[in-house]
């Protein structure tokens, strides 16, 4: 197997398993009753060994299955944790770093670990005061010690623990060799069936030649195997040899003191080989991890740079997809035209899927809201409903990676100081159960994350008491402040109003990180609070990307875009219809009136001497409750575009929320709704 | 300035706007495009044409001519696009020609005299003398500011 392909999944997937692994340790250094976090490390430390396995990093694999042996004996109670014991195992996480630094620079990932080894496996005997000792002592001590045991001290040690543990376990230990056909032409079909039988029926620890080279067909009518199994010789035995083309089938059982010995004069289990890619080591506990699977490789990760190289080479490609269109519809050309739309589908599946590569709705983030608030309810003695609205708001990975942190801060505040308890509620007259709404929307060149809670909101004096306390604000400037200032005031550092401090928020510290992390988006979070009716934290997120579905208007020969959030409805309406309401005209829209905007107007068009239709087409978009018409000339249609900013030249534009570009590689500026309603 | 000391050449690309030569530092030409279609944005100063889609990118585009204040005239087979890309934006002029590049030796530049043709003093930084030609240099920064910071964020 040419591994080279896999290599910086391998690295960038090791790298993230020992930092789990480190977390997950410092964790468990504060906590050591806690054995759900061994298992968080025990899993990481087990996937990391599977994969360098794989890969053929023996020294890596080695030692996190000596790491897994003292993790296992912590998790099954064998072994207190104690801070030696800790170090020690960071240690070996240290020792995986540099290896995996060292595969990552070209180097072999080979480094002696078998002090470590030799440490792990004190541990995990019991025998903490050598441990003590190794760990404690300077390393002179150490090395003497590897020195004297270095010849058994080589990577097959690990097996043979492996081999006595399954002893202990109830498996026997077998060396099987097998005789091929020497007319066998499916030599490499034959070793896989074997190789299913065995697996089916245990777990095969080694195999002479190594599995690569049978599967090269790179060996002559013999190969042997070692392998662990509850079954007996016999049926093993009859199973093997349902394979056809098998001349015959040794077995040999491995005893539990004739290992070494058998090994060394049978020669067919090549122990001392240290490649071993390919190779499956036995568990100590089958039946307890079979359901873990090594790592899939049905995702790849890529870098979101690469995302960006492709999406903007892709828009090249629309451009010239545009050109190709308007060239064979002046051809007339049925061969071309076929072609040309043929290309117009596949870019346009194509299209979508490089588009929504970069998107995931931000229901990933909010997904694990509900199960937050109700914990967080039950630990306040409080009642709260989670409502969350457009969680198939699609946004930019960058965004959402980042945007599950401060969001998890801002829904603690509102549950710890936003929403009362239940007999407050009562006493104000609210239903006892508090709402707090999330919402998620596209709005213009934004994405918008709002949280709302019907609690107290923010109480002025309190706030300003506080924060004069705390010497963020003087009492002078104190009075001149609105009230909107006065609850942004509960983002600045070291705030918390809190009268008693709780471990859910009030440390001062949330709500001032989740400003400077929206910040560090490029955005806002605004606060707007009626005090006894509750807040609405706003966070307001740019779009560096974003796919939105607008209608496309033309106005004269220019080409505009109306976001399909903001539309109602499209309507023709006659132009007697159109009423005059105190200088602004109007229409009735099924009873309800709704001023008209005359985009041309606004956008500074010539529209005199130009005849007046007898019909008009009006786009009705609406901001919250409010509706106004869009006049526009006509329709084009319905499209999924690619947001885009004006640049940083253009950044105050009157009424356009940025660009997009068509298929035809026109520039077509986007409506913004928003500022066209008051 | 004392780095012109060390600095013998600068290397500017020149354009033509009437019958002026203006250069601009090769550092900061990203590229010259031919004219590309642009899309008018509204309610602008009537120097900013619009924007064009520049490879994917919406890059701003400013006519220079009516920047400077000069007589506009129809845009010919030789208007050319020249895209400035500077630390905080990229933004495309439309200039009559793109015609060189050129080596200026630094000491040949000399501050702008009193009175330079048509154009807003501010606008030029240097003036270099080339053989028999008259080059103007550039202030981009001048040139591209106005429409540049008048921000909305009111709280």
Redesign the interface.
């Given at each position: 197997m040419d591994t080279n392909q896999y290599m910086d999944m391998f690295i960038e997937e090791s790298k993230e398993h020992l930092q789990a692994c480190n977390e997950h340790l410092l964790e468990l250094e504060k906590n050591p009753d806690d054995l759900g976090i061994v298992n968080e490390v025990f899993r990481s430390a087990h996937t990391l060994k599977g994969m360098s396995a794989t890969m053929g990093f023996d020294d890596i694999a080695s030692l996190t299955h000596m790491m897994e042996n003292v993790l296992d004996a912590i998790r099954n109670a064998k072994i207190r944790v104690t801070s030696e014991i800790l170090d020690v195992v960071f240690r070996a996480v240290d020792y995986l770093e540099e290896m995996v630094v060292d595969i990552e620079s070209g180097g072999t990932g080979k480094k002696d670990v078998s002090e470590l080894v030799k440490s792990l496996n004190a541990i995990e005997a019991g025998r903490s005061a050598i441990l003590t000792a190794v760990s404690e002592t300077a390393s002179t001590v150490v090395d003497e010690v590897i020195k004297n045991n270095q010849t058994t001290l080589h990577y097959d040690d690990f097996e043979t623990t492996v081999i006595s543990q399954s002893f202990e376990q109830g498996y026997y230990a077998y060396e099987i060799t097998i005789q091929l056909r020497e007319d066998c032409l499916l030599k490499a079909a034959r070793v896989f069936m074997v190789f299913e039988i065995l697996e089916k029926t245990g777990e095969i620890i080694k195999s002479q030649p190594h599995v690569e080279q049978l599967e090269n067909e790179n060996f002559d009518e013999q190969f042997s195997i070692a392998l662990l199994t509850k079954e007996d010789r016999d049926t093993l035995q009859a199973k093997i040899m349902k394979v056809s083309e098998i001349e015959s089938v040794t077995i040999n059982p491995i005893s539990d003191h004739g290992f070494i010995d058998n090994k060394q004069t049978t020669n067919d289990v090549a122990v001392n080989t240290p490649t071993t890619a390919g190779k499956k080591e036995i568990e100590p506990d089958i039946e307890k991890r079979s359901g873990i699977s090594h790592p899939s490789t049905k995702t790849i990760r890529v870098n979101i740079e690469r995302l960006d190289v492709l999406?903007?080479l892709f828009?090249?490609l629309i451009?010239d997809r545009g050109r190709l269109q308007s060239i064979s519809s002046e051809l007339h050309n049925p061969a071309l035209t076929e072609t040309v739309e043929s290309i117009t589908r596949v870019s346009g599946d194509l299209q979508g899927i490089i588009l929504n590569m970069r998107m995931i709705p931000v229901e990933t983030v909010f997904n694990r809201f509900p199960k937050m608030v109700r914990q967080l309810a039950r630990d306040l003695d409080k009642k709260v409903d989670l409502d969350i609205v457009g969680a198939k708001t699609e946004l930019d990975r960058t965004v959402i990676d980042e945007i599950g942190d401060p969001l998890v801060h801002l829904i603690r505040n509102a549950l710890d100081h936003g929403i009362e308890s239940p007999a407050e509620r009562l006493a104000a007259g609210k239903p006892e159960e508090g709402t707090i709404t999330l919402r998620a929307y596209h709005s213009g060149n934004h994405v918008f994350i709002e949280l709302e809670d019907d609690g107290a909101g923010v109480n002025r004096k309190k706030v300003i008491a506080k924060a004069i306390s705390n010497g963020i604000l003087t009492p002078e400037t104190a009075e001149t402040l609105t009230n909107?200032?006065v609850a942004e005031l509960i983002l600045a550092t070291g705030f918390s109003t809190a009268e008693k401090i709780s471990d859910v928020s009030g440390r001062g510290v949330g709500l001032d990180v989740v400003k400077s992390t929206i910040e560090s988006l490029g955005g806002f979070i605004t606060i707007k609070s009626k005090e006894g009716q509750g807040s609405l934290f706003q966070v307001q997120l740019p779009l560096t990307l974003s796919i939105i579905s607008v209608m496309l208007v033309e106005l004269k020969d220019?080409v505009y875009a109306i976001p399909l959030s903001s539309i109602i409805e499209t309507a023709i309406i006659k132009t007697s219809d159109i009423m005059n309401a105190h200088n602004q005209k109007v229409i009735d829209l099924r009873g309800s009136i709704v001023p008209l905007v005359n985009l041309k107007a606004?956008?500074?068009?010539e529209t005199q001497g130009e005849p007046t239709d007898d019909l008009q087409s009006v786009v009705i978009v609406r901001k919250g409750d409010k509706l106004a018409g869009l006049v526009v000339d006509s329709f084009i249609g319905q499209q999924e575009i690619v947001l885009?900013?004006?640049?940083?030249?253009?950044?105050?534009?009157?009424?356009?929320s940025g660009?997009t570009?068509l298929g035809d590689?026109?520039?077509?500026?986007i409506v913004d709704c928003n500022s066209l309603i008051k | 300035m004392t780095e012109i000391a060390q600095q013998t050449d600068k290397k500017v690309i020149v354009f033509q706007l009437m019958d002026k030569e203006y250069a601009i530092g090769v550092d900061v030409v990203q590229s010259i495009e031919k004219l590309l279609s642009v899309t008018r944005v509204p309610k602008m100063p009537s120097y900013i044409k619009g924007v064009i889609n520049l490879k994917g990118v919406v890059t701003p585009i400013v006519d220079l001519r009516e920047r400077f204040g000069m007589v506009v005239d129809d845009y010919t087979d030789s208007t050319r696009i020249l895209i400035i890309s500077l630390v905080e934006y990229d933004v495309g002029l439309i200039v009559d020609a793109a015609n060189d590049v050129l080596d200026i030796p630094v000491e040949s530049i000399e501050a702008q005299p009193e009175v330079v043709g048509s154009v807003k003093s501010d606008f030029i930084s240097g003036v270099a003398k080339v053989e028999r030609r008259l080059l103007l240099l550039l202030n981009l920064h001048k040139v591209l500011e106005p429409v540049n910071r008048v921000r909305t964020d009111e709280f």
């Amino acid at each position: 197997m040419d591994t080279n392909q896999y290599m910086d999944m391998f690295i960038e997937e090791s790298k993230e398993h020992l930092q789990a692994c480190n977390e997950h340790l410092l964790e468990l250094e504060k906590n050591p009753d806690d054995l759900g976090i061994v298992n968080e490390v025990f899993r990481s430390a087990h996937t990391l060994k599977g994969m360098s396995a794989t890969m053929g990093f023996d020294d890596i694999a080695s030692l996190t299955h000596m790491m897994e042996n003292v993790l296992d004996a912590i998790r099954n109670a064998k072994i207190r944790v104690t801070s030696e014991i800790l170090d020690v195992v960071f240690r070996a996480v240290d020792y995986l770093e540099e290896m995996v630094v060292d595969i990552e620079s070209g180097g072999t990932g080979k480094k002696d670990v078998s002090e470590l080894v030799k440490s792990l496996n004190a541990i995990e005997a019991g025998r903490s005061a050598i441990l003590t000792a190794v760990s404690e002592t300077a390393s002179t001590v150490v090395d003497e010690v590897i020195k004297n045991n270095q010849t058994t001290l080589h990577y097959d040690d690990f097996e043979t623990t492996v081999i006595s543990q399954s002893f202990e376990q109830g498996y026997y230990a077998y060396e099987i060799t097998i005789q091929l056909r020497e007319d066998c032409l499916l030599k490499a079909a034959r070793v896989f069936m074997v190789f299913e039988i065995l697996e089916k029926t245990g777990e095969i620890i080694k195999s002479q030649p190594h599995v690569e080279q049978l599967e090269n067909e790179n060996f002559d009518e013999q190969f042997s195997i070692a392998l662990l199994t509850k079954e007996d010789r016999d049926t093993l035995q009859a199973k093997i040899m349902k394979v056809s083309e098998i001349e015959s089938v040794t077995i040999n059982p491995i005893s539990d003191h004739g290992f070494i010995d058998n090994k060394q004069t049978t020669n067919d289990v090549a122990v001392n080989t240290p490649t071993t890619a390919g190779k499956k080591e036995i568990e100590p506990d089958i039946e307890k991890r079979s359901g873990i699977s090594h790592p899939s490789t049905k995702t790849i990760r890529v870098n979101i740079e690469r995302l960006d190289v492709l999406m903007n080479l892709f828009e090249e490609l629309i451009i010239d997809r545009g050109r190709l269109q308007s060239i064979s519809s002046e051809l007339h050309n049925p061969a071309l035209t076929e072609t040309v739309e043929s290309i117009t589908r596949v870019s346009g599946d194509l299209q979508g899927i490089i588009l929504n590569m970069r998107m995931i709705p931000v229901e990933t983030v909010f997904n694990r809201f509900p199960k937050m608030v109700r914990q967080l309810a039950r630990d306040l003695d409080k009642k709260v409903d989670l409502d969350i609205v457009g969680a198939k708001t699609e946004l930019d990975r960058t965004v959402i990676d980042e945007i599950g942190d401060p969001l998890v801060h801002l829904i603690r505040n509102a549950l710890d100081h936003g929403i009362e308890s239940p007999a407050e509620r009562l006493a104000a007259g609210k239903p006892e159960e508090g709402t707090i709404t999330l919402r998620a929307y596209h709005s213009g060149n934004h994405v918008f994350i709002e949280l709302e809670d019907d609690g107290a909101g923010v109480n002025r004096k309190k706030v300003i008491a506080k924060a004069i306390s705390n010497g963020i604000l003087t009492p002078e400037t104190a009075e001149t402040l609105t009230n909107r200032q006065v609850a942004e005031l509960i983002l600045a550092t070291g705030f918390s109003t809190a009268e008693k401090i709780s471990d859910v928020s009030g440390r001062g510290v949330g709500l001032d990180v989740v400003k400077s992390t929206i910040e560090s988006l490029g955005g806002f979070i605004t606060i707007k609070s009626k005090e006894g009716q509750g807040s609405l934290f706003q966070v307001q997120l740019p779009l560096t990307l974003s796919i939105i579905s607008v209608m496309l208007v033309e106005l004269k020969d220019e080409v505009y875009a109306i976001p399909l959030s903001s539309i109602i409805e499209t309507a023709i309406i006659k132009t007697s219809d159109i009423m005059n309401a105190h200088n602004q005209k109007v229409i009735d829209l099924r009873g309800s009136i709704v001023p008209l905007v005359n985009l041309k107007a606004i956008f500074e068009m010539e529209t005199q001497g130009e005849p007046t239709d007898d019909l008009q087409s009006v786009v009705i978009v609406r901001k919250g409750d409010k509706l106004a018409g869009l006049v526009v000339d006509s329709f084009i249609g319905q499209q999924e575009i690619v947001l885009k900013s004006l640049g940083d030249y253009l950044n105050n534009v009157f009424a356009i929320s940025g660009a997009t570009i068509l298929g035809d590689g026109q520039v077509a500026l986007i409506v913004d709704c928003n500022s066209l309603i008051k | 300035m004392t780095e012109i000391a060390q600095q013998t050449d600068k290397k500017v690309i020149v354009f033509q706007l009437m019958d002026k030569e203006y250069a601009i530092g090769v550092d900061v030409v990203q590229s010259i495009e031919k004219l590309l279609s642009v899309t008018r944005v509204p309610k602008m100063p009537s120097y900013i044409k619009g924007v064009i889609n520049l490879k994917g990118v919406v890059t701003p585009i400013v006519d220079l001519r009516e920047r400077f204040g000069m007589v506009v005239d129809d845009y010919t087979d030789s208007t050319r696009i020249l895209i400035i890309s500077l630390v905080e934006y990229d933004v495309g002029l439309i200039v009559d020609a793109a015609n060189d590049v050129l080596d200026i030796p630094v000491e040949s530049i000399e501050a702008q005299p009193e009175v330079v043709g048509s154009v807003k003093s501010d606008f030029i930084s240097g003036v270099a003398k080339v053989e028999r030609r008259l080059l103007l240099l550039l202030n981009l920064h001048k040139v591209l500011e106005p429409v540049n910071r008048v921000r909305t964020d009111e709280f």
